[in-house]
């Protein structure tokens, strides 16, 4: 798997310019990220954030699998329906990007992760 | 439910696909370890895997069951209480990916707070050998009803 982009998570359009990916991204009001996440008060779970980040980078052509985050603040909570603008920098040498998501030009999560060529078969412990 | 420890729905707000922690194993004075799992109708499921991130969201629920049980040690009576991940740092994963259904343990420990954030370090394992390292941050509100890191 490559594609880490979570269901009930769109993205609406994409691009890349000296900078490095953009993307808008629609969060389905009815995504099942909210299904118990909570029943009163429905919140996107931080780890979406990790999860568009390899989406988008996947979008453009640059599927990666993570090996760590250096950082993620969550600034605010992502509420069910809301269009989030995400820029990614293109993975350095060393595997690092950092990225940013906005929603209504408000910055909601950033932070810093480090990817690499996904693994065919890396989902075990007995994989290095 | 282990013996002598409440079932995680007891303590923790999330439901359904997204309650990852099934049961406290172990719990001590500023730690506890937790088995979990990846349901199979996982949001971030796809081809009978997910990816290794996944494993945040199961150390976050850890952390919750850690002040949920905390709080009850000091004799609070109330319920769960809201709270946010708010950080996360240094987080390694060994592997991409994690397939789905199968057990995970997370021991998470407190590594100090300052109200309302708190610190903890997290461990996940899978098979005995560790998946991801990380230290997250949370911030616990001081009241309502519903939420954890």
């Known amino acids: 798997m490559t594609n880490g982009l979570p269901a009930g998570i769109r993205i609406l359009e994409s691009g890349e310019d000296a900078a490095g990916f953009w993307g808008r991204l629609q969060v389905a009001p009815d995504s099942p990220c909210f299904d118990g996440h909570f029943e009163a008060q429905p919140i996107l779970p931080g780890i979406a954030q990790l999860g568009m980040v390899l989406g988008l980078l996947a979008a453009r052509g640059e599927a990666r699998g993570l090996d760590g985050v250096r950082f993620l603040k969550l600034k605010r909570p992502v509420r069910p329906g809301e269009v989030l603008e995400m820029r990614v920098t293109r993975p350095q040498a060393d595997g690092a990007s950092s990225f940013e998501t906005r929603a209504h030009a408000e910055v909601v999560a950033s932070g810093s992760v480090v990817t690499s060529e996904p693994s065919v078969s890396n989902v075990g412990p007995d994989h290095g | 439910m282990a013996e002598g420890f409440p079932d995680p729905q007891h303590l923790i707000p999330h439901r359904g696909r997204m309650l990852l922690v099934e049961r ?119 009241s309502g009803i519903l939420g954890a890191p």
């Open chain 2, 24 to 142: 406290v194993l172990d719990w001590r004075a500023g730690g506890v370890t937790c088995q979990g799992r990846i349901p199979a109708d996982s949001p971030f499921a796809l081809d009978g895997c997910a990816p290794a991130l996944v494993a945040i969201e199961l150390a976050a629920q850890t952390a919750a069951v850690l002040e949920a049980l905390s709080r009850r040690e000091s004799g609070s009576t109330a319920g769960p209480r809201l709270g946010y991940l708010v950080s996360v740092k240094a987080a390694r994963f060994a592997v991409h990916e994690l397939p789905l259904g199968e057990p995970l343990v997370a021991h998470v420990r407190s590594a100090g707070s300052a109200p309302p954030l708190a610190l903890y370090d997290a461990l996940v394992q899978r098979e005995g050998s560790e998946v991801m390292t990380a230290t997250l941050g949370a911030y616990l509100a001081t």
